[in-house]
Structure formats: structure tokens, C-alpha cells
Nanobody
Framework: VQLQASGGGLVQSGGSLRLSCTAS????????MGWYRQAPGKQREFVAS???????NYADSVQGRFTISRDNAKNTLYLQMNSLKPEDTAVYYC?????????WGQGTLVTVSS
């Protein structure tokens, strides 16, 4: 499966962006899908994840500001990011945890200016 992330860009502090991650084929709703990010000079870190029938999980740093969602009909995972801060600046990656392994999207850059 291939994952295509999009929606990144430059936004001012306090602004919003919505990231999308579209899969090349249907991914069952029970599969855990999530978002990670990697800031310059730092390791990749968890942002949010979800699977059907369970509450989504969020990193403490984004709790209450970011919302993960999924449209199974469109094979697309979303990350709505509100109240963005300069420290949210990073390349954002989507991930699918399939039985055959973990699949990553190519990343989309989010830059938040102060």
C-alpha cells in the first residue's frame, strides 16, 4: 500500500491546517493509522493515532488542539490542526500498521511562524 500525505504549508501562530493521507487501496477500519512528526534535528515522534471502536490517542503536546479522523470511503486519514504553535513546525508523516508491516507516507512540511 502507498500513502500520500498532503496539506502542509506555512501558517501563522494560532492558525489552522488540515493534513490528509490517502491510501492507494482500501485499508480496513480496524487497522491502526496515525500521524507522526519530525522537527529539524529531532527524532520522529508520535502525534496521534486511531482505529475503529477505540478512542483516538494523542500526544500530550497536541491534545485539545489536533483532531485525527478518517473517511473510509475515501481511504483517507486526516489531521485537523488548530491553534498551531511554532513548536509544531515539522515534517508530518502518516503511518498504517498493517499485518504485513508498517507503511509510511512521504511526509508533508508544516511551518508555523511566530
Amino acid at each position: 500500500v502507498q500513502l500520500q500525505a498532503s496539506g502542509g504549508g506555512l501558517v501563522q501562530s494560532g492558525g489552522s491546517l488540515r493534513l490528509s493521507c490517502t491510501a492507494s487501496r482500501t485499508i480496513h477500519s480496524s487497522v491502526i493509522m496515525g500521524w507522526y512528526r519530525q522537527a529539524p534535528g529531532k527524532q520522529r515522534e508520535f502525534v496521534a493515532s486511531m482505529r475503529s471502536g477505540r478512542d483516538p490517542n494523542y500526544a500530550d503536546s497536541v491534545q485539545g488542539r489536533f483532531t485525527i479522523s478518517r473517511d473510509n470511503a475515501k481511504n483517507t486519514l486526516y489531521l485537523q490542526m488548530n491553534s498551531l504553535k511554532p513548536e509544531d513546525t515539522a515534517v508530518y508523516y502518516c503511518k498504517a500498521n498493517l499485518l504485513s508491516g508498517d507503511y509510511w507516507g512521504q511526509g508533508t512540511l508544516v511551518t508555523v511562524s511566530s
